[in-house]
């Protein structure tokens, strides 16, 4: 398995989360975080999803954060991503900063 992948994300904030500015409650922000993945499902383009609904500040890139390797991102989603094949898309990955989808790349 590789030491770097390339990845987008998703990030559904809540009020509760670390450094949030959102409004949220935790369940509000599942709720949206399950929609997004549905509507991704559905055909919607992952980068236009994240362009108009994440709250990371890689949302202007589609929600592109580049390559990275292990470790460079907090566990929970560090784990995901490289579990990932290239091309797939996560199950909702829940962190300290609310709700993740992550998009492997590369």
């Known amino acids: 398995m590789s030491d770097q992948i390339h990845a987008s994300h998703i990030l559904v904030s809540h009020a509760q989360a ?14 949206k975080i399950n929609d997004l993945k549905s ?4 055909g919607d383009d992952f980068g236009d999803m994240a362009r108009e609904h994440s709250d990371c500040p890689s949302s202007g890139q589609g929600g592109d954060l ?18 990932l094949d290239e091309g797939a898309i996560s199950d909702v990955v829940e962190t300290d900063f609310g ?5 492997r790349t590369g």
């Not at 500015?21 to 935790?26: A, D, E, I, V």
């Open 18 to 31: 670390h450094g949030a500015s959102s409004q949220l409650t935790k369940e509000d922000a599942l709720t």
């Open 39 to 42: 509507k991704i499902g559905l």
């Open 66 to 83: 580049g390559p990275f390797g292990r470790g460079a991102m907090v566990p929970e989603f560090d784990k995901a991503a490289f579990e």
């Open 99 to 103: 709700y993740h989808l992550i998009h």
